[in-house]
T-cell receptor
Framework: DAEITQSPRHKITETGRQVTLACHQT?????MFWYRQDLGHGLRLIHY???????NKGEVSDGYSVSRSNTEDLPLTLESAASSQTSVYFC???????????FGQGTRLTVV | DAKTTQPPSMDCAEGRAANLPCNHS???????VYWYRQIHSQGPQYIIH???NNETNEMASLIITEDRKSSTLILPHATLRDTAVYYC??????????????FGKGTLLTVNP
């Protein structure tokens, strides 16, 4: 069965370190999205991609970057982790032009 | 971009129908309405979507008013496992002919025994 997986599920890192969160989907979807979720803010869009070599900034993109070198993967990189980036991160994918999206299980990131 | 308004919370008795309203009075003629839910600490889950006709699937029914300014998600026989935050989303243009998925605050539905 097709799926979308995130790794790691939990990570603790130190302030200032570079961190990469992985997202891999086997749906062959062109669209992929990254969100963060914090208490009081709900789900906020960080970056999204509509296909290979395409990336776009969401509403909270500062301090994050993504690259799309193939259809299956959209890794999220925190260039220099900050305590404000402690959050739960969700990845999602959908077909082009559609918003029936499938979400990963989430990655809980703690920056100390 | 069309915005949505949902009540912050609702309660429902187990076994009864849960009717979750959503107002989207600024919706355009070609914008779809999507519903998702998020059970505590899990990733959001797609439920249903529609344009103007009522829709039904194995999870829920979606009723869209004739003027399309509001919709109601119906869970016909709510169970305790339906306790979740429910999000009503209007498809938002993200660039070209593609769209992005943007979440509001949603409605916390609590199903009580």
């Amino acid at each position: 069965d097709a799926e979308i997986t995130q790794s790691p599920r939990h990570k603790i890192t130190e302030t200032g370190r570079q961190v990469t969160l992985a997202c891999h989907q086997t749906w062959n979807h062109n669209n992929m999205f990254w969100y963060r979720q914090d208490l009081g803010h709900g789900l906020r869009l960080i970056h999204y991609s509509y296909g290979v070599q395409d990336t776009n900034k969401g509403e909270v993109s500062d301090g994050y970057s993504v690259s799309r070198s193939n259809t299956e993967d959209l890794p999220l990189t925190l260039e220099s982790a900050a305590s404000s980036q402690t959050s739960v991160y969700f990845c999602a994918s959908s077909e082009s032009g559609r918003l029936k999206a499938f979400f990963g299980q989430g990655t809980r990131l703690t920056v100390v | 971009d069309a915005k949505t308004t949902q009540p912050p919370s609702m309660d429902c008795a187990e076994g009864r129908a849960a009717n979750l309203p959503c107002n989207h009075s600024t919706i355009s003629g070609n914008e779809y309405v999507y519903w998702y839910r998020q059970i505590h600490s899990q990733g959001p889950q797609y439920i249903i979507h529609g344009l103007k006709n009522n829709e039904t699937n194995e999870m829920a029914s979606l009723i869209i008013t004739e003027d399309r300014k509001s919709s109601t998600l119906i869970l016909p026989h709510a169970t305790l496992r339906d306790t979740a935050v429910y999000y009503c989303i209007v498809r938002v243009k993200g660039g070209g002919s593609n769209y992005k998925l943007t979440f509001g605050k949603g409605t916390l539905l609590t199903v009580n025994p």
